[in-house]
Nanobody, 123 residues
Framework: QVQLMESGGGLVQAGESLTLSCTASGTIFSIKTMGWYRRVPGKENELVAKMTSSGSANYAESVTGRFLISRDNTKNTVSLQMNGLKPEDSAVYYC?????????????????WGQGTQVTVSS
C-alpha cells in the first residue's frame, strides 16, 4: 500500500513564502511523475507543478517564476517552494504520484493522492 504524506501548509500573508513537502511510502520501485495540484471550492483541480523522474518540470502559468518544484528520487519525496504568495493561491494542495510501479517485474502503474494540505494567503 502506497501512501503520500504531505506537510507544510498554513496561513501566511501575501508576499510571503511556504514550502510544501510530500513523501511517498510503501513498496515502490519507481515513480514517473510527482507533483502538486490544488483545488478551490467550486472549481476543478488545477495542476500547479509536476516533475518527471528525469527532472523535467511543468508549471501552471499562474505560478511560473514564483514556485519551484524539486524532487528526490532516492527518497520518493517532492517539494514545492512557493514564493510571492498571493490570495488567489489559497487552496487545498494535493500531492500526486503518477505512474507508480509497486511490483518487480513491473506489471501495472498506479496513481496516488495525498490527503491535501490547506494553504491560505491573506491580503
Amino acid at each position: 500500500q502506497v501512501q503520500l504524506m504531505e506537510s507544510g501548509g498554513g496561513l501566511v500573508q501575501a508576499g510571503e513564502s511556504l514550502t510544501l513537502s510530500c513523501t511517498a511510502s510503501g513498496t515502490i520501485f519507481s515513480i514517473k511523475t510527482m507533483g502538486w495540484y490544488r483545488r478551490v471550492p467550486g472549481k476543478e483541480n488545477e495542476l500547479v507543478a509536476k516533475m518527471t523522474s528525469s527532472g523535467s518540470a511543468n508549471y501552471a502559468e499562474s505560478v511560473t517564476g514564483r514556485f519551484l518544484i524539486s524532487r528526490d528520487n532516492t527518497k520518493n519525496t517532492v517539494s514545492l517552494q512557493m514564493n510571492g504568495l498571493k490570495p488567489e493561491d489559497s487552496a487545498v494542495y494535493y500531492c500526486h504520484a503518477g505512474g507508480v510501479v509497486i511490483t518487480s517485474p513491473p506489471q501495472y502503474e498506479y496513481d496516488y493522492w495525498g490527503q491535501g494540505t490547506q494553504v491560505t494567503v491573506s491580503s
